[in-house]
């Protein structure tokens, strides 16, 4: 039997506020018992693992060596506006690709396709 991916873990500064943001922009809740330390998200219905936040010391100085790519439900416009009202940002825009690459409140990066 082989290994699944039970969580995805972010190291951020505040893991109640880059989980609040997962939470909402996957449609899932924040653990009841979540802190600025520690948070966990549990995956609403898709499948994926679990998404775990952790506070570390340092702050993100490179870029994520793995990342989300997000489905847009709708439209990419649409998602992004949407996310963007949750609290990311626009990082680049891949017209020929229909891909935007996105920071969440943490700087992680994550794509936005149909």
Sequence with gaps: M???VKSVTFDCVDALVVAR????ALGGEVDEGATAAKAFVEAPGWGGPNVWFQRV???K???NRMHFDLRAPRTVEEEVARL???GATVFAV???SGITVML????NE???EL
């Design 2 to 4: 082989a290994a699944y």
């Design 57 to 59: 010391p340092e702050s």
């Design 61 to 63: 100085v490179a870029k």
């Design 94 to 96: 891949h017209d020929e």
């Design 21 to 24: 943001f997962w939470a909402a």
């Design 84 to 86: 963007v009202a949750l």
């Design 110 to 112: 994550f794509c936005v």
């Design 104 to 107: 969440d409140p943490a700087g």
